[in-house]
C-alpha cells in the first residue's frame, strides 16, 4: 500500500526510468489506433530555458498523454532548432568570441560543441518533467537529415520558380550584418528629433523636418502631398541638398502625410520602408550612403567611416555651424529593430534568395480557413499578417552556422548551378559539381551564404515525415501544432507557405496556441531580459515536477499569466491531498475482491455517474485544447464532490460494516474502486508520476494494464441525470448542515436531535436508501423524510 508521506524526489526519478525500460510512450506504426501526431516547437538553443518554456510545452504534453489514453496512437516527436543566428549569438556570448573574427570552421565547430552541451541539458529538462515523447524520433535542424530536407525544400522551390535570386534592397541588420525577412522585425519606440532644415528652390527655402540627418548625401527626392495647397507651386520644380548641393525632384504623392512635420518629406536611398516604395514607384535613383557594417561610406563628405549615430551628431553640429538647422523638436519615434538582437534595421541593396509568397496571399488566407485554430481568435492574427505582407521572403543570410544553400556560380558565365537530390546533404564551400556548366566552365563560385533559420524548422513536419526518404512515414497532415502566439506570423505562417508549395496540402489539421508567462505585467519572461527568478530545474528540485506540471494548466489556452512560486505551493498542497485520500481509500479497499455487488445504493451510484459526468466535460475541454478548463473540472469533482463530500458520507459505512451491512459496504468499495480509478485517469495527462504511483500500488493487479498512461478513459455515456441531481441534494444537505453547526460554534461532530428533509418523490425513495449514511455523515439521532418542495430544516 502507499507510504504515509509520498517522496516525489524517489518517485519521479523511479517512475521516468519504468517508462524507459518498459517502451511506453514508444509509437508503434502497427498500433490498431488512430494516428495522432504533434508537430512540436523545437526550442531555439540561444540559452537556458525558462518557467514560459514550462508552462507552453506542458500544456501541448498533456494533449499527447489525454489522445493516448483515448486509444489514439501517439506519434511524439521532439526536435532542437539548433542552427541560425540564435545559436550563434549564444555562441558568442558563451566564448566571448566574435564570428566575424574566426575561421568560417573553427567558429562552426565550436557552435556544434555549444549547442549539444545545451541540447543535452533540454532534453535532461523535459525528461524530468516526465515528458511522453518518443525520443527515438529526436530530431535537430543541423542534422544530416534536417539539412537534407531542407536543401531538398529549396531545390524543389527553385524548379518550381517559387525560389528565386535578386539584386534588390533587402531589410539589414548592420549589427548581425545579415539580411533577414520582414517577420524579424519588432517596433520600438523612443525619443528621436526632428530636425528642420532648408533644401533651396527658386532662391528661395523649403522647410523640411528629418529624423535622420546623415542621410541628406542620399536624398534623391522631395515628396509632397498632391492635395496640399502649401506646395502646389513647388511640384516638379528642383530642390538644393542642404551642405551636399545636388538638386533633386520635388514630386507629388498620395502617401505624404500632410500633418507631419512640415508637410514636405525627404526621400533618402534609404531611410525607411516609404522611402523604398517611392523609389520603386517613382523609378529614383540610388545614392549609397550605408556600408553593410553600419558605417558611413568613406567618401562622404562630413559623415564618412563614422557609424550612424555618431555620424548624425556630426552633421547636426555642421549644419548648425553654417546656420543651416532651423528649428529642433523631440519627438516620440517608432522605429523598426532586430528582433533577434533589438539593433535599428537599415534597408540596403544586396543580392539575395527570395520565396515568392506575395503572388499567392489569397491562397495562404484560404488555408487558415480549412485549419481549426484553438483559440479561435488566434486566426485573425494569421489573417492580418498575411494582409499585410509587403515583402517576398528574404531567405539567404550572410552568416555562417547554419544550411547551406545547394547552390554554385559559373565563374565565367554566372549561371547558377543547382546540385541533386542525390547530393544532398551538400555544402559547396566543400563540394564542387561533378559536371561542367553549359558554357563549358568547370570552374564554380559556391553560395556562401546560409538558409535562415526559419526556412528549416518551417518544414518540421517533412521532418518528422522524413520526406523523400526512404523510409517516409505516412503522417501528414499532422493531427496538431503547438506553439506560441508571437511566432503565427513566423514558424505558423512559413509553415503554412512550404507545406502548400510542397505537398498541396495544410501542414495540420489544429493549431494550438499558447500565452507566455509573465515577469511581472506586459513583461513577458524571456532567455534575452533574464527575468526568470528560479531556473526550472530548481524549481522541480524544491517543489516536484508533478506541481509544475499542475500549475501550468492553470488558465485558458492562449491568454497570458503570471508566475509566482506561492502558485507551486498550491499545487503541492493538491498532491498531498490527493496521496492521503487515495490512502484512505486503498486501507478500505484491501479486502475488495474486484467483482460488482449486485446492488448499488444511490449515492454510491451517484459518484460513479458525477465521474462520468466530469470524464464527458474534461474530454470535451481537452479535445478543444482547453487544459486550464479541463482542470478546473476535475478539480471541482476531487474535491467538493469525492473528498469534500462523497468520502464524509460512507466514511461509517466503510469502517462500520456491523452497523451498515456487508453488501452495503461492498457497495461503497466497488464505487470507491472505480472512482478513484477514473480520478487516477483524469488526473494522469497533469500529473503522471503521483498517479502512476498510485495505480501500480493497487489497481495494476486489477486492471493488468502495466502503465496507467497506457490505459483509456472511459468512453462517456449519457449519465443518469436523476443520480446526479439527487447527489446535488445530498451535498445541499450536509452543507445545509455544516452551516448550521459552524453559525453556532458546533463541532461538526456534535449530534443533532432531528433533521428534517423535505423533498419530491423521485428524491424521497433514493433518500430513503441513503438514510443511515446521512444520520452517519450529520450527526442527527432522527431522520424525517417528508413529501413536498426541497428543503432541510433543523429544528432547535
Known amino acids: 500500500m502507499l507510504d504515509k508521506r509520498y517522496n516525489f524526489k524517489e518517485s519521479e526519478a523511479h517512475w521516468q526510468s519504468f517508462w524507459k525500460e518498459h517502451g511506453i510512450y514508444r509509437f508503434d506504426e502497427n498500433h490498431p489506433g488512430e ?21 507552453s510545452y506542458t500544456q501541448a504534453e498533456m494533449i499527447a498523454r489525454f489522445q493516448r489514453m483515448q486509444g489514439k496512437n501517439v506519434f511524439y516527436p521532439f526536435g532542437f532548432d539548433d542552427n ?59 542534422s544530416p537529415l534536417s539539412q537534407r530536407i531542407s536543401q531538398k525544400s ?219 485554430w484553438y483559440p479561435a481568435h488566434m486566426k485573425q492574427r494569421y489573417l492580418v499578417w498575411v494582409e499585410n505582407l509587403k515583402w517576398d521572403w528574404c531567405i539567404s543570410r550572410q552568416r555562417y552556422f547554419g544550411v547551406p544553400f545547394p547552390v554554385w556560380y559559373c565563374k565565367a558565365c554566372g549561371t547558377v548551378h543547382l546540385a541533386s537530390d542525390e547530393e544532398l546533404p551538400v555544402n559547396p564551400l566543400e563540394t564542387m559539381p561533378k559536371t561542367a556548366c553549359g558554357c563549358g566552365c568547370q570552374e564554380f563560385i559556391p553560395e556562401s551564404a546560409v538558409l535562415d533559420t526559419w526556412a528549416t524548422s518551417s518544414v518540421t513536419p517533412l521532418i518528422n515525415a522524413h520526406w523523400g526518404e526512404p523510409d517516409q512515414k505516412h503522417i501528414l497532415p499532422m493531427s496538431m501544432r503547438t506553439q506560441a502566439h508571437e511566432i503565427i506570423r513566423t514558424w505558423a505562417f512559413y509553415t503554412i507557405v512550404k507545406s502548400l508549395y510542397h505537398t498541396g496540402q495544410i501542414p495540420w489539421k489544429d493549431i494550438m496556441v499558447c500565452g507566455f508567462v509573465m515577469a511581472k505585467k506586459g513583461e513577458k519572461i524571456s532567455k534575452s531580459k533574464g527575468n526568470a527568478s528560479l531556473s526550472p530545474e530548481a524549481l522541480i528540485e524544491t517543489y516536484s515536477a508533478d506541481a509544475l506540471r499542475y500549475w501550468a494548466a492553470n488558465s485558458r489556452l492562449g491568454t497570458d499569466t503570471l508566475f509566482s512560486e506561492d502558485e507551486l505551493k498550491i499545487s503541492g498542497r493538491f498532491l498531498t491531498k490527493l496521496w492521503n485520500a487515495s490512502r484512505f481509500c486503498l486501507m478500505h479497499l484491501e479486502d475488495f475482491d474486484g467483482h460488482k455487488p449486485e446492488k448499488l445504493l444511490p449515492i454510491d451510484q451517484w459518484i460513479m455517474e458525477r465521474s462520468r459526468e466530469t470524464v464527458s466535460k474534461a474530454a470535451a475541454a481537452l479535445s478543444d485544447y482547453e487544459v486550464g478548463s479541463a482542470r478546473q473540472d476535475i478539480d471541482s469533482f476531487f474535491w467538493n464532490d469525492f473528498c469534500d463530500h462523497y468520502l464524509e458520507i460512507v466514511k461509517d459505512r466503510l469502517y462500520k460494516p456491523e452497523i451498515h451491512g456487508t453488501e452495503e459496504r461492498r457497495s461503497a468499495q466497488f464505487a470507491l474502486y472505480q472512482t478513484l480509478l477514473t480520478l487516477l485517469k483524469l488526473y494522469a495527462p ?111
Open 35 to 55: 494516428i495522432y501526431s504533434i508537430d512540436t516547437p523545437p526550442p531555439t538553443v540561444s540559452g537556458s530555458l525558462h518557467i514560459g518554456h514550462i508552462f
Open 84 to 142: 541560425g543566428l540564435p545559436s550563434e549569438r549564444l555562441v558568442e556570448r558563451d566564448a566571448g568570441v566574435s564570428a566575424h573574427s574566426m575561421k568560417r570552421s573553427a567558429f562552426i565547430s565550436l557552435c556544434m560543441d555549444t549547442t549539444r552541451k545545451y541540447e543535452e541539458a533540454f532534453k535532461a529538462l523535459w525528461q524530468s518533467l516526465g515528458f511522453s515523447v518518443d525520443w527515438s524520433l529526436q530530431y535537430e535542424t543541423i
Open 686 to 796: 497533469f500529473v503522471p508520476h503521483i498517479t502512476e504511483a498510485i495505480y501500480q500500488a493497487y489497481f495494476r493487479a486489477f486492471e493488468g494494464t502495466v502503465s496507467l498512461h497506457l490505459t483509456q478513459w472511459e468512453e462517456a455515456p449519457k449519465y443518469a441525470h436523476t443520480l446526479i441531481n439527487f447527489g446535488d441534494r445530498i451535498m445541499s444537505i450536509m452543507s445545509e448542515v455544516r452551516r448550521y453547526k459552524s453559525e453556532r460554534s458546533l463541532s461538526l461532530k456534535t449530534e443533532l436531535p432531528e433533521l428534517l428533509i423535505q423533498a419530491e418523490d423521485w428524491c424521497l425513495s433514493l433518500l430513503r436508501k441513503t438514510q443511515k449514511d446521512i444520520k452517519a455523515a450529520t450527526g442527527a439521532l432522527t431522520l424525517t423524510l417528508k413529501p413536498g418542495a426541497f428543503s432541510v430544516h433543523i429544528p432547535e
Open 154 to 372: 529549396f531545390l524543389d522551390l527553385a524548379r518550381k520558380g517559387k525560389a528565386y535570386q535578386k539584386e534588390t534592397p533587402v531589410l539589414w541588420c548592420t549589427q548581425c550584418r545579415t539580411s533577414i525577412a520582414q517577420a524579424e522585425l519588432d517596433a520600438r519606440e523612443g525619443e528621436s528629433t526632428f530636425n528642420t532644415l532648408p533644401f533651396e528652390v527658386d532662391g528661395g527655402e523649403l522647410l523640411i523636418a528629418t529624423t535622420r540627418p546623415e542621410l541628406l548625401y542620399g536624398v534623391v527626392a522631395i515628396f509632397v502631398h498632391p492635395e496640399d495647397s502649401r506646395f502646389q507651386a513647388y511640384i516638379g520644380k528642383k530642390a538644393r541638398v542642404p551642405l551636399y548641393g545636388h538638386e533633386v525632384p520635388i514630386l507629388a504623392d498620395a502617401h505624404v502625410s500632410m500633418e507631419k512635420g512640415t508637410g514636405a518629406v525627404m526621400c533618402a536611398t534609404f531611410g525607411d520602408s516609404t522611402d523604398l516604395d517611392w523609389y520603386h514607384k517613382h523609378s529614383l535613383p540610388y545614392r549609397r550612403v550605408l556600408e553593410d557594417d553600419g558605417i558611413l561610406c568613406a567618401s562622404i563628405p562630413h559623415v564618412g567611416g563614422l557609424p550612424v549615430k555618431a555620424a548624425r551628431e556630426r552633421i547636426l553640429m555642421v549644419l548648425k555651424e553654417q546656420g543651416l538647422l532651423r528649428h529642433q523638436e523631440t519627438i516620440l519615434h517608432t522605429v523598426s529593430v532586430h528582433e533577434r538582437c533589438g539593433h535599428e534595421i537599415e534597408i540596403l541593396p544586396s543580392r539575395q534568395w527570395f520565396i515568392d509568397i506575395l503572388s499567392e496571399k489569397d491562397r495562404f488566407l484560404k488555408a487558415a480557413d480549412e485549419i481549426n
